[in-house]
């Protein structure tokens, strides 16, 4: 005897066809601004010369890890290595991705951590969300990307933002319950209004786990980057994409080095801001 079916794909249809009914607006303008930061990130970079960006890159690697020439060297070599290779303009693309898709993905996760962090019914209802949204396969994230935005570099930055909001939202709200409450007793003590005691103490002492959220984040989203561009996304990850259905093992190979390139850099540049940071302070 078989159970009979529930409705769940009927159910999914009428939503989506009741999502893009009422907020079909709300849609196109989500759309149009990221399609408009997408375009403007990638003319930046492209406008800029390319031994010029990979001196200004090389030397903000240098700043950032507090002089180690070694590691910006490398930077240098690696970048001459994918301008060398004729990837720079697919490189620049895959950037400005994964640069739009981090910021915005930063602009929910951080405040959202932040209100978690103040509010425990928040962070209850906030939980099974995150273990949802980590849990699901990351090619799960192209069906409603592709259901609601089509193909291209939108669907596919939408896709990596809601793939990349979990780990900073979770070391956001972990970096700040974290904080000594002796810390907070005394900025209490002290007469600290909540947005004092957010700004001077609970955000300064969770910087380190709240960077490391930001390093995961910036991860995530490059190598969503790379899967998004099955669903059209350009950039070095349609080019894996493409050597893969030609069998072109070396255009491939090229790309995914590239890949890996801006990876350790990006990597690099954010586990050191925060020790710069300490040193100031």
Same mark, same amino acid.
């Given at each position: 005897?078989?159970?009979? @079916?529930?409705?769940?794909? %009927?159910?999914?249809?009428?939503?989506?066809?009741?999502?893009?009914?009422?907020?079909?607006? &709300?849609? %196109?303008?989500?759309?149009?601004?990221?399609?408009?930061?997408?375009?403007?990130?990638?003319?930046?970079?492209?406008?800029?010369?390319?031994? *010029?960006?990979?001196?200004?890159?090389?030397?903000?690697?240098?700043?950032?890890?507090?002089?180690?020439? @070694?590691?910006?060297? !490398?930077?240098?070599?690696?970048?001459?290595?994918?301008?060398?290779?004729?990837?720079?303009?697919?490189?620049?693309?895959?950037?400005?991705?994964?640069?739009?898709?981090?910021?915005?993905?930063?602009?929910?996760?951080?405040?959202?951590?932040?209100?978690?962090?103040?509010?425990?019914?928040?962070?209850?209802? !906030?939980?099974?969300?995150?273990?949802?949204?980590?849990?699901?396969?990351?090619?799960?994230?192209?069906?409603?990307?592709?259901?609601?935005?089509?193909?291209?570099?939108?669907?596919?930055?939408?896709?990596?933002?809601?793939?990349?909001?979990?780990?900073?939202?979770? !070391?956001?709200?972990?970096?700040?319950?974290?904080? /000594? *409450?002796? =810390?907070?007793?005394?900025?209490?003590?002290?007469?600290?209004?909540?947005?004092? @005691? &957010? &700004? @001077?103490?609970? !955000?300064?002492?969770?910087? /380190?786990?709240?960077?490391?959220?930001?390093?995961?984040?910036?991860?995530?989203?490059?190598?969503?980057?790379?899967?998004?561009?099955?669903?059209?996304?350009?950039? =070095?990850?349609?080019?894996?994409?493409?050597?893969?259905?030609?069998?072109? *093992?070396?255009?491939?190979?090229?790309?995914?080095?590239?890949?890996?390139?801006?990876?350790?850099?990006?990597?690099?540049?954010?586990?050191?801001?925060?020790?710069?940071?300490?040193?100031?302070?």
């Amino acid at each position: 005897m078989q159970l009979p @079916k529930l409705p769940v794909g %009927d159910a999914v249809e009428v939503l989506v066809y009741w999502i893009e009914q009422y907020f079909g607006w &709300l849609l %196109d303008a989500i759309s149009g601004g990221l399609g408009f930061l997408i375009g403007g990130f990638q003319s930046i970079l492209i406008a800029i010369p390319a031994p *010029i960006l990979i001196v200004l890159i090389s030397v903000l690697v240098w700043f950032v890890t507090r002089r180690d020439i @070694k590691l910006a060297g !490398l930077t240098a070599l690696g970048l001459l290595l994918i301008w060398d290779l004729q990837l720079w303009s697919l490189a620049m693309l895959t950037l400005a991705l994964v640069l739009v898709s981090t910021i915005v993905a930063l602009a929910i996760s951080i405040p959202l951590g932040i209100a978690a962090a103040g509010s425990d019914a928040l962070n209850a209802a !906030l939980r099974p969300i995150l273990d949802f949204m980590q849990t699901m396969p990351s090619f799960v994230y192209l069906i409603p990307a592709v259901i609601f935005f089509g193909i291209g570099n939108v669907p596919g930055t939408i896709a990596t933002v809601v793939f990349a909001i979990p780990p900073a939202l979770r !070391l956001t709200n972990l970096g700040i319950r974290q904080v /000594p *409450i002796e =810390l907070i007793e005394v900025a209490d003590a002290f007469g600290s209004t909540p947005r004092q @005691k &957010l &700004l @001077k103490v609970q !955000l300064p002492v969770a910087l /380190p786990t709240i960077m490391a959220g930001v390093n995961q984040c910036i991860m995530l989203a490059l190598s969503m980057v790379v899967i998004a561009s099955m669903i059209g996304a350009r950039g =070095l990850g349609y080019q894996v994409l493409v050597g893969i259905q030609r069998v072109d *093992i070396g255009g491939g190979f090229e790309a995914g080095l590239a890949i890996v390139i801006i990876a350790i850099i990006l990597d690099r540049i954010t586990q050191n801001l925060v020790p710069q940071h300490n040193e100031r302070s």
